[in-house]
């Protein structure tokens, strides 16, 4: 059975174009000129929709942006020359200083520098929580908090959050929940269960080979009856909702982020990265299957693994209800010593060692020495990365030929 199957005919049929080139075109432009000075002047009041310049919109970035749109049932979308710069340009369009964020899970190392340390330089605080907090949580919030932020699946110690219940929790408060879903695209549709900003690094899976990086924020509408966005928490916002209504929250992202940060996805990436999404169902639904089959295999013959298909994970009930499309690409591996990792990742043959998941190839890498080196002991622990962590993102290599390549390499 493929659970994706309606984004099979979505993405290929709406990427490929039925008149002249079926490929959709790269506009490598920076610029675009206006002809006349009335144009120009319709382009600047946004009256007239043609590109105004690069950095605030590109065509081919465009068709990308309407695509992610739809993937996610939001009103609209922005890409970003990186996962990174999704969050960024996200969080940098509600925050200001004195604002908080409240964190639950994961999480990603860039993002949680990104809170614990670069915003605090700028009057942001952060709180974070693991993700069955809840009590916590509701505790935490008060005027000042703007954002709850959460990753789908909490990378990589692999915890799964109740998506549902943290989105009852931002509502009943008035608080925007923006989830990082790029280890899910497609199986944990964010804004279907009550969130109201997904962002995304489409350099993972969505991109799928290495070949572009990329990021993308999704937006949903602004309701037309009360919404959040118009209580005074969100007074800034007021002014776009004044002006473009629904499409309040990429207006806002587009001026206060978009225009003055300048993370601009570009063209060519945008290609690469539709390329990607057209194969984006069969690569997940594959890999998939595979890390099941992967994770319990690998479990039974005595490896330390953790992934929540495990009945062992402390989230397994919620992976058979709330995850029935999988949770991505990715499990960990704990050889329990750093040299026992290294000895895994000398002796595989299939991974490729790299800091990147969601690839066609299978990768991995040691947690602790690389992308979490810079973080304390106690950051570490509440991360749940431990000295002899491996994570691996499995590829659309043969599931059998994987098993038996960690087998040798574990032993
Ligand atoms: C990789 C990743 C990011 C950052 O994406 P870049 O494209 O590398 O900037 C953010 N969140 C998650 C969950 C990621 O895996």
Redo the contacts with the bound molecule.
């Keep these: 059975m493929n659970y994706f199957e309606e984004y099979c005919t979505e993405f290929v049929q709406s990427i490929g174009s039925k008149e002249g080139a079926v490929s959709p075109s790269i506009v490598n432009s920076a610029s675009f000129a206006y002809a006349t000075p009335q144009i120009a002047e319709g382009i600047f009041d946004g009256s007239i929709k043609k590109p105004l310049y690069s950095r605030m919109g590109n065509p081919t970035t465009a068709k990308l942006e309407t695509i992610m749109a739809k993937m996610d049932g939001g009103i609209g979308a922005v890409a970003t020359?990186?996962?990174?710069?999704?969050?960024t340009l996200a969080c940098m369009s509600l925050l200001a200083c004195g604002s908080e964020i409240i964190s639950i899970g994961?999480?990603?190392g860039?993002?949680y520098a990104l809170f614990s340390e670069t915003l605090t330089r700028f009057g942001i605080t952060t709180h974070f929580f693991d993700v069955d907090e809840f009590e916590k949580i509701k505790n935490a919030i008060n005027e000042n908090t703007k954002i709850i932020f959460l990753?789908?699946?909490a990378?990589p110690n692999m915890r799964l959050p109740d998506i549902k219940k943290i989105a009852q929790i931002a509502n009943d408060a008035g608080v925007a929940l923006m989830v990082?879903?790029?280890?899910t695209p497609m199986s944990i549709l964010p804004l279907k269960l009550g969130a109201d900003i997904v962002?995304?690094?489409?350099?993972?899976i969505i991109s799928g080979n290495s070949a572009a990086?990329?990021?993308c924020a999704v937006f949903r509408s602004i309701n037309d009856g009360e919404d959040k966005f118009k209580t005074p928490r969100y007074k800034e916002l007021h002014k776009f909702i004044k002006g473009v209504g629904k499409m309040a929250l990429i207006a806002n992202a587009k001026k206060r982020a978009m225009r003055d940060f300048g993370m601009s996805a570009n063209a060519n990436s945008s290609y690469l990265t539709m390329l990607g999404l057209e194969t984006l169902p069969l690569r997940m639904q594959r890999i998939v299957n595979s890390v099941s089959i992967i994770a319990k295999e690998l479990s039974e013959n005595g490896l330390n693994i953790n992934h929540p298909c495990l009945r062992t994970h402390p989230h397994h009930e919620r992976y058979l209800n709330d995850f029935k499309n999988g949770c991505g690409t990715f499990l960990s591996l704990d050889m329990g010593t750093k040299e026992k990792a290294y000895a895994f990742l000398n002796k595989t043959k299939i991974a490729t060692i790299t800091?990147?998941?969601?690839d066609s190839r299978t990768l991995a890498l040691h947690m602790a020495s690389t992308i979490y080196r810079d973080f304390d002991e106690d950051t570490r622990k509440f991360l749940g990365i431990t000295e002899g962590l491996i994570r691996i993102s499995i590829g659309l290599e043969n599931p059998k030929d994987i098993i038996k390549d960690f087998l040798a390499a574990a032993n």
């Design positions: 020359s990186s996962g990174m710069a999704a969050t994961g999480l990603f860039g993002t990753e789908s699946v990378n990082d879903n790029t280890i962002v995304y690094s489409t350099t993972k990086l990329g990021g800091a990147n998941i969601g």
